[in-house]
């Protein structure tokens, strides 16, 4: 399997960057999701075309920081949730319909669509404070295991934008 991920970064980041597992700038997940590893190896182009509308129309979005919460085992992962945002939702299950297109499966099917919590995890002492301001003009799609390599991340494409309220 391919891992895949789309996320929105809030810390600046460029084209084709490389980084550690363990050291991810502050990004909001918008969908994790693997596709079979036979799937062409332009399966991250296919991806970019059929998200590239809904991703052009969300950038530049302000979406504005809630409260904190515990995600994963135990709530042992420390989040800072994105409050509610037409524009973000729906380019959440855009990016859904997206992965089903090309047979992708969701790696957390309990979080998607009706029941996606947009948040920020803390990392490394950093993290956003509630009532902050975060400005979606980062989008990316993020290979989780380039070259089979699972302790590395590369970003596979990059939509920017200069921040621009919607």
Known sequence: MRNLIWVAF????SPGLVFPRSDWPLHITLLRFDVGSDVSADVAGVLAALAE??????????LRVGGEAGFGHMG???????EHNPLLQ???E???????????????PNYVLERYRPHISHHDGKRPKPGDVVVLDQVALVDMAPEGDHAIRRILR?????????
């Not at 809030?10 to 980041?13: A, K």
């Not at 990059?158 to 919607?166: F, G, K, P, R, V």
């Open 90 to 92: 729906g380019l959440h």
């Open 158 to 166: 990059l939509w920017t934008q200069d921040a621009q309220s919607h």
């Open 10 to 13: 809030t810390e600046p980041v």
């Open 76 to 82: 042992s992962i420390p989040v800072s949730l994105i």
């Open 94 to 108: 855009e990016i859904v319909e997206a992965a089903n297109t090309v047979g992708g499966r969701i790696a957390t």
């Open 53 to 62: 509308a809904p991703i052009k129309g969300a950038l530049g979005t302000r």
